[in-house]
């Protein structure tokens, strides 16, 4: 089996504000970087656009009648502080939930072992009637509930390594016994949320603080002994990845510190707990990433271990 790779060109038309992070030349980086020829095998696919129907799994008609009334005929609009659409958005939000709701199909039906959804924008902060953190819709969230629902299912653990908080994952799976939604991150930080009594009514939340400078050696430190004993009692059938890439000594916008060695390091470590529970079933999409030459490097890192243990 191979790698998939999913990705559309919509994604490159939602256009934020000069200056800002998230913008389109972090999904180039990416995309720049895999023209090397490690990446000759990866089974490079087009994403479709999501249907509404995808969305409701996760949010209200009425929130999704407004974003996408929100998407402006030129320029830029703002929904909130950080948050922005652009003529574009709303495709390139349904190319992002598409992407992964293919990739999970894909690796359900077994024509993959694992996948990667290489898009923008992210999903992690969006929560189910607010737009926030430049994110619009809950990608990763929305696959998870497809998973249970349309594949049927029983457990899928979510799991995100992103710097920031996934408020957005965490609202929208909060009363979802059949997930287990993990995220470490900086704290505090913004978004604010993310402290370790945030357990969910299930006890299917586990939420990871990491002190501002956290290195690499604490980091695997934490997921060895808090992470991966949960996941292994909760015995998911599918691993969801939000992968987010700004944990990165050198991301612009927060302060861990970690290399392309620890990306590296828990993308093996999630692929063995997937080898032991769900039949190697890995879905990743991207998240954060603001330094444009760390982001390539750790996506690609990233993918090339999915490669490895895809192969």
């Avoid at 809950?138 to 998870?144: K, S």
């Avoid at 949320?193 to 006890?203: D, L």
């Amino acid at each position: 089996m191979s790698t998939a790779f999913y990705t559309d060109p919509a994604c490159l038309n939602h256009a934020t504000p000069e200056g800002h992070p998230e913008q389109v030349a972090r999904l180039v980086s990416i995309l720049a970087a895999l023209e090397h020829r490690d990446f000759a095998g990866l089974d490079r696919r087009q994403a479709p656009l999501a249907e509404v129907a995808e969305l409701l799994r996760c949010h209200p008609q009425d929130y999704i009648d407004r974003i996408r009334a929100a998407e402006p005929d030129a320029g830029n609009h703002q929904l909130d502080a950080d948050t922005w659409m652009s003529p574009g958005s709303w495709d390139a939000a349904l190319a992002g939930v598409g992407a992964v709701t293919a990739a999970l199909d894909a690796v359900m039906a077994g024509e993959a072992r694992n996948a990667f959804a290489a898009i923008r924008p992210p999903g992690h902060h969006a929560e189910t009637a607010t737009p926030m953190g430049f994110c619009l819709f809950g990608t990763v969230a929305i696959a998870a509930k497809r998973a249970l629902d349309h594949h049927r299912l029983s457990r899928v653990a979510v799991l995100d390594f992103d710097v920031h908080h996934g408020n957005g994952t965490q609202d929208l799976l909060w009363n979802e016994p059949r997930a287990l939604f993990v995220s470490s991150h900086q704290f505090p930080l913004w978004p604010g949320t993310g402290r370790a009594e945030e357990t969910g009514p299930h006890g299917t939340i586990l939420n990871v603080p990491l002190a501002p400078g956290t290195r690499g050696p604490d980091f695997r430190d934490a997921w060895e002994r808090q992470v991966f004993p949960r996941v292994d009692a909760f015995k998911p059938e599918l691993i969801l990845i939000s992968a987010g890439f700004d944990a990165h000594i050198d991301d612009p916008l927060a302060q861990l510190a970690l290399t392309e060695d620890d990306f590296i390091w828990i993308t093996h470590r999630l692929c063995d707990l997937a080898d032991a529970h769900a039949g190697g079933r890995v879905v990743s999409a991207l998240e954060g990433g603001y330094n444009l030459d760390a982001l390539a490097a750790s996506t690609a890192a990233h993918i090339r271990v999915l490669m490895e243990r895809g192969a």
